[in-house]
């Protein structure tokens, strides 16, 4: 039972010409701007840029969810997964499910993710996991959802959709157990 | 020119692209996201700033050449779409108008309010950016550095797919037959952003 809609909608501002979801600036973009963007992160190791690209998502991520669910009184556990859970979905990211989640811990599964997605479409399975989006999208998700700052937690793709899997797992952990 | 500008953009801008039942936008031949656009522009930002001055404009390369490449693929699905036969095609009479509507949409789907300064049939064009997201990295004074990653390459995109030759989908041919380069930012202090590609 889903105890809170999602009210994320984008509204184009005609004078600026940008759409507005929530009070933020959205842009509709494709799976290659996205996997383009992340292979980029992937050869860039000198600077470390897969986590630079994870970072930015949980950056923007740990805004995004935390003002919506301040604006719109989102505050029980249960109510925030749900909420995390539809905006991933919402926002074309791919269906997201919480298996589990405490305040040092948790199991995420992506039964479909538009990155692992949009990635083979456009070269194939992968050697290694590719979903630094994602990957940051989930710890923001959990610093949200358990009013802990930025970079608490750390998660790690244990298996990819990317690479051949079925679903993507995840897990979270505090980011000092890493 | 037969564009009817405000129509294109009224009547895109409007576009709902749904998710479906696994969290996935398809259209235009692709599959889509709708993310706050500070997740780009952060990442742009972070990775420029975090090269030593020499590798600067080999990262803002990097940065031009995936929005070059993903508006070359996008803006094939945008100017086949079922929305652009409905409301572009109608008005459409030249390749130039193509372009004229391609960028309409372009500021339709909130990349940036930009419009054509200058188009020289398979050459040369200018485009003007009024406001577009990339420039909210500056809040206050001018930066060194232009930030226009997305449009610019973008720009040469859409000159590729107007007098490049046939679409590829593999992207080997067709895709880079422009270049683009950024001239002026919102960013930097100038009143619009600029925008010059040229033939290769």
């Known amino acids: 039972m889903i105890t809170k809609d999602l009210i994320l909608k984008p509204v184009f501002d005609r004078k600026q010409c940008r759409q507005i979801a929530d009070g933020h600036t959205v842009v509709m973009h494709c799976h290659h701007f996205a996997t383009l963007t992340t292979r980029l992160a992937n050869e860039c190791s000198m600077l470390n840029a897969r986590e630079l690209l994870a970072q930015c998502s949980e950056d923007v991520f740990y805004k995004v969810l935390g003002d919506y669910c301040r604006k719109h009184n989102v505050s029980g556990l249960r109510e925030r997964v749900e909420i995390a859970e539809s905006y991933f979905a919402e926002s074309g990211l791919g269906k997201l499910v919480v298996k589990c989640a405490g305040w040092n811990t948790g199991e995420v599964v992506l039964e479909h993710s538009h990155v692992d997605e949009g990635w083979i479409k456009k070269w194939g399975k992968s050697d290694s996991p590719v979903n630094h989006i994602g990957r940051g999208y989930i710890v923001a998700m959990f610093s949200v959802i358990f009013d802990r700052p930025p970079r608490t937690y750390a998660a790690k793709e244990q298996q990819s959709i990317a690479c051949g899997a079925d679903v993507s797992i995840i897990t979270v952990t505090d980011a000092v157990n890493l | ?200």
Request: hydrophobic fraction near 40%; glycine fraction near 10%.
């Open chain 2, 1 to 200: 020119m037969a564009i009817d500008r405000e129509k294109i953009i009224t009547e895109l801008s409007k576009l709902d692209l749904r998710s479906d039942e696994k969290g996935i936008i398809s259209g235009f031949g692709v599959l889509l996201q709708h993310l706050p656009a500070t997740i780009w522009t952060l990442f742009s930002e972070r990775f420029t700033r975090a090269v030593p001055n020499e590798l600067l404009e080999a990262a803002e390369y990097l940065l031009v050449d995936a929005a070059h490449e993903c508006a070359y693929h996008t803006g094939y699905g945008i100017i086949t779409s079922e929305e652009w036969k409905a409301v572009v095609e109608p008005m459409i009479k030249t390749t130039e108008d193509i372009l004229h509507g391609a960028f309409a949409i372009f500021t339709a789907w909130g990349w940036g309010k930009v419009e054509i300064q200058e188009l020289i049939p398979g050459e040369k064009l200018v485009l003007r950016a009024y406001d577009y997201y990339e420039a909210d990295v500056v809040e206050y004074g001018k930066s060194s550095k232009m930030s226009a990653y997305l449009i610019t390459g973008a720009s040469a995109a859409f000159m590729d797919l107007a007098y490049g030759g046939n679409y590829d989908p593999t992207g080997k041919k067709g895709l880079g037959t422009f270049e683009a380069k950024q001239v002026k930012g919102i960013e930097c202090g100038d009143d619009y952003g600029e925008v010059v590609v040229t033939k290769i």
